[in-house]
Every structure is written in C-alpha cells, then in structure tokens.
C-alpha cells in the first residue's frame, strides 16, 4: 500500500505552504510525492480528489512514493474524515492507500478572533499525529499558551510544530515520520481484539461482539444525530473572504 499524509486544517490557513516543505525537505532526495487537493480547491493543473454527496472518491496510487491529500477547508470536517476513513478502508484486503500521517495546520489569528474555529480545532487535533502552528507571531504569546493548555493538560500525544514566517520547519522529516500518535484508531491496522486491550486479570465475564470501537466524533446515538457536534466554519470562511 503507498502511504497516505492527510491535511486538515481552514481554508486559507496556510496549508500550501506546509506541503510545499514537506514535499521539498521531509522526504530523502528523490522521493516522488504527489499532492491530491480536493476539486473546489483545486487550481488548473492540480491533481484532485472529491468530495461529493459524503463520498470521497480518491485516485488509485501511481508511481508515487508517498501522497499528501488536503481536505477541503471550507467543508464538513467530520463528514470529510467519515467519507474518507470508508474510501480508503483499512484492514481491507483490497486497500491501496495507507494512512500514515494526519496533520493539522493551525491559523492562529482567525482562531483567535473566532471561537468557532477555535473549538473546531478541537476535532482536528483529535484526528491528527502533528499540529503545525501558523502566524503565531500575528497574536500574543499567552493565547497560544491559553490555545495549547487543554492538549497539554490532557497530554493529548500530537506533536506540535511552528511554521516560520518564510515557510520554514524546523525539523521536517519529524512531522512525517514514527508510529501513530492521534487519538483516533480508525486508521490504524489494529483488530476489535486489540483495542479492548484484555489480559489475564481482565476478561469479559459476558459474551461481546468483535466489532471496532467507531470513533467518538464519527459515533450517532439511536435518532441518527452526531454525539458530538463540531462547528461550521464555511460560513465564516465566506465572510473573511476566504472562500
């Protein structure tokens, strides 16, 4: 399977340029990326993938080494991710994508002068193993620390990277590499078993189903409603003119 780097993160937030430091200094010389962007944001001459009636329709790997897929930051996050996760379907013997990486880009002023945004993050970190902070010196220092307290008190495992004002990362390859740190299972190559995490001293006293454990953000209650609902921002995005 080739590998798979997601990037979530606002329109406009500073994605571009993130990709394009990963692509040219994240990879060994000679690797071949390839950056699939979806259609709405698409320019001409950029390879895309779509996103359509909660259907993600992602192109079969190439001769790539590695691709970058950018959601679309104007749409439903969790639908996007949902769409996504059944697309590229993990632990499927026919899968030809896998997820190796999720990574946010964090719009420090627009978070800051948006509480939307702010908790729409909240999701994003959720799902992602690196958050790359963008425009920190556009706000004060104590809002990033403020925007940072809540992962850092719960000890969320995402790493968390600064993006210069000339597009620099420090450590590129560090973004990209390692094991999985998001929250989120879906998109990892564990069974049921493994997530219940059973040991001698803790065994089911009753017989239970071997079903994957569906993400908190993903999970609907018997009506069919979200348990947990995450903020539109397109609307939002509209009126900075982001979009």
């Given at each position: ?76 996050l969790i639908e996007q991710m ?106 990892d190559d564990i069974d049921a ?51």
């Open positions: 399977m080739t590998p798979l780097i997601i990037v979530l993160g606002a329109t406009g937030s500073g994605r571009a340029a993130v990709v394009k430091e990963l692509v040219e200094n994240a990879w060994p010389e000679g690797k071949k990326i390839r950056v699939l962007r979806e259609t709405r944001e698409a320019g001409e001459g950029i390879e895309q993938w779509s996103f359509q009636d909660n259907q993600a329709v992602i192109p079969a790997p190439l001769d790539e080494d590695a691709a970058i897929l950018v959601t679309n930051g104007s749409l439903a949902e769409s996504i996760h059944r697309t590229v379907k993990p632990l499927h013997p026919d899968a030809v994508w896998r997820v190796v990486r999720i990574i946010t880009v964090i719009d420090c002023p627009l978070a800051e002068k948006h509480k939307a945004v702010e908790a729409w993050y909240g999701p994003c970190i959720h799902f992602s193993d690196a958050a790359i902070i963008n425009r920190r010196w556009e706000v004060p220092g104590q809002w990033v620390s403020k925007f940072l307290e809540p992962y850092e008190k719960a000890f969320y495992p995402c790493l968390f990277f600064n993006l210069t004002k000339i597009g620099v990362i420090a450590n590129p390859p560090a973004v990209i590499d390692g094991e999985p740190l998001r929250l989120t299972h879906i998109f078993v493994d997530e219940m995490e059973f040991d001698e001293d803790n065994l089911p006293d009753e017989p239970f189903d071997l079903v994957r454990q569906v993400d908190k953000y993903f999970a609907r209650d018997e009506l069919g409603r979200r348990n947990f609902l995450v903020p539109e921002i397109g609307d939002l995005l509209r009126q900075e003119g982001r979009c």
